[in-house]
Structures are given as C-alpha cells and as structure tokens.
C-alpha cells in the first residue's frame, strides 16, 4: 500500500521551531518531487516548500530563511525544519508527492494525513 506518513507537529511559542517528518511506505521516495503544503482553518491548502528528485528546492516567499526542505533516501523520509514560527504559520501540515515538480496542489499524486503545528504564546 502506498503511503505517506507525517509526523513532528505539536505546540511551539513564537519564534520557536519544529521539524517535520514524512515517511514513505510501500514506494520509493527518491524518484518522487515532493511538497510540503498547509491549510489553516477556513483558508485553502497551499504550498509551502517543495524538493525535486535531483534536490532543487523551492519555498513559498512567506517562509524563505525560515523553513527547509531536505530529503534523506536512505531513511525514505523528507523533512520541513521551521525556525523562527509565527502564529501565521499555525495549520495542518501534510506532504505529498508528484512526477512533477509543482507546488499545485492539483498535480500532486500522493497526500500524506497531516500533521497539526499551532504557534501560540
């Protein structure tokens, strides 16, 4: 069964960090483009960060020189460290895959379930 699963959200005050997890099971990850997305309450899901296959990288402009997206092939798992959280950044977060190297919510093939973040003081 294909499967992606995240992991890491919680409780984080402002200006804190967190790291995000998300393990594939059942394919493999490195021949995917992957994208970290997030839908706050009563708003659309968007995305966030993205890593390709061949790791070029690309950041939603909200959250450059804060978060990073790095992928580790050998672990099967892609990761989203957020530093310097705002309130702004609180939302389920979830990962997803794709051939294609997108942050369209659309083109993404594969959802992970979410995993929660909420920046509050």
């Known amino acids: 069964q294909l499967q992606l699963v995240e992991s890491g959200g919680g409780l984080v005050q402002p200006g804190g960090s967190l790291r995000l997890s998300c393990a594939a099971s059942g394919f493999t990850l490195e021949n995917y483009n992957i994208g970290w997305f997030r839908q706050a309450p009563g708003k659309e899901r968007e995305g966030v960060a993205g890593?390709?296959?061949?790791?070029?990288?690309l950041y939603k402009n909200s959250v450059k020189g804060r978060f990073t997206i790095s992928r580790d092939n050998a672990k099967n798992t892609v990761y989203l460290q957020m530093n310097s959280l705002k309130p702004e950044d609180t939302a389920v977060y979830y990962c997803?895959?794709?051939?294609?190297?997108?942050?369209?919510?659309?083109?993404?093939?594969?959802w992970g379930q979410g995993t929660q973040v909420t920046v509050s003081s």
């Open positions: 890593i390709s296959s061949s790791i070029v990288t």
């Open positions: 997803a895959a794709s051939v294609s190297f997108t942050l369209r919510v659309s083109d993404m093939t594969f």
